[in-house]
């Protein structure tokens, strides 16, 4: 089986290595396009075997799963080049936030899918949202999740939870990121070295992955074992217990909102194209 990714940014690139580092498939099953060529390139200088194809249409020629990992608003183009019909042993994977599946159904005569990837999963680990479009069959929605489940979690999930489920998986790294880097940054106010804040910011950001995964630990009972009674950490935990509930409904409601602009620019440019 052939791979295709059209597409080599952030997420391209993950799914690339995702692919290659959990031995889901060689490099040279791996066909990539992408609209800036020196990106691709560099992608070879890490794996000379992967296959820079000349455009999107040799993608789809080559490869049996195509996952698409253009931003919304650059789909209409790649659809352009591509056309919209495909024969019925190629699966179209989109991993955009936007056209959702019914409308993909009625745009695309072939089969269609979307995932909600996460970054963190060229580690093996994290989570992937599924959702199948009508004419995926039930051998080849086994085949797909048994394959993204080797990237991490696979959850296949109704597409109308995939923004909030979202903000968790695949926002949630950037989100968590930033708010260790956030204690991290206060370290470094307080005089903290820049450098040794931010090392032993990653190291405890995994530290505390690992123990949740390892130990099954649940988040409340991880609270509680650093929380010493009447210590420091619970001082602090009444801190985010009193302020961080409606930072994080802002959250929600601005990436709602986001996406529901994304929506309706992307409806708007693909009705105007097709
Ligand atoms: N990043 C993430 O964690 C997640 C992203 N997604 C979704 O994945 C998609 C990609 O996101 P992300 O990787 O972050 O974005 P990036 O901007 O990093 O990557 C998009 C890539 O698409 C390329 N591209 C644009 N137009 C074309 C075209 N016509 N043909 C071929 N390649 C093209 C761009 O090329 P160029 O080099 O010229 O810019 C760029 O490399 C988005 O739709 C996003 O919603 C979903 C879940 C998680
Ligand atoms: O920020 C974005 O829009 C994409 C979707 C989830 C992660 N990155």
Same mark, same amino acid.
């Given at each position: 089986m052939n791979i295709g990714i059209i597409g080599t940014g952030s997420l391209g690139r993950m799914l690339i290595e995702g692919f290659i580092e959990q031995k889901i498939c060689q490099p040279d099953q791996i066909y990539i396009s992408n609209r800036t060529i020196e990106k691709m390139q560099k992608i070879k200088s890490i794996y000379p075997l992967i296959n820079l194809a000349d455009n999107n249409k040799c993608v789809l020629e080559k490869a049996d799963w195509i996952f698409i990992c253009v931003k919304p608003l650059d789909l209409p183009f790649v659809f352009q080049e591509t056309g919209t019909s495909f024969p019925d042993n190629k699966l179209i994977i989109s991993t955009l936030l936007a056209p959702g599946l019914e409308y993909l159904d009625s745009l695309i005569k072939g089969k269609v899918l979307r995932i909600y990837p996460?970054?963190?999963?060229?580690? =093996?680990?994290g989570v992937m949202l599924v959702a199948f479009g009508k004419r995926v069959i039930e051998t080849e929605k086994r085949e797909l999740l048994d394959c993204f489940n080797r990237l991490g979690k696979a959850f296949e999930i109704s597409e109308r939870y995939f923004r909030i489920a979202g903000d968790i998986t695949s926002c949630g790294p950037a989100f968590m990121a930033y708010m260790t880097a956030s204690l991290a940054n206060t370290a470094i106010e307080h005089g903290l070295d820049k450098s040794l804040a931010l090392d032993m910011a990653g190291e405890t950001m995994l530290g505390t992955a690992l123990l949740l995964k390892e130990k099954q630990l649940s988040f409340e009972q991880m609270i509680n074992q650093v929380?010493?009674?009447? =210590?420091c950490t619970a001082a602090g935990v009444q801190i985010l217990a009193r302020d961080l509930s409606p930072i994080i409904a802002d959250l929600f409601q601005a990436t709602r909102e986001k996406e529901k602009e994304i929506i309706n620019n992307v409806t708007e440019s693909m009705q105007n194209l097709f």
């Open positions: 996460s970054i963190t999963q060229s580690t =093996g680990h929380a010493t009674p009447g =210590g």
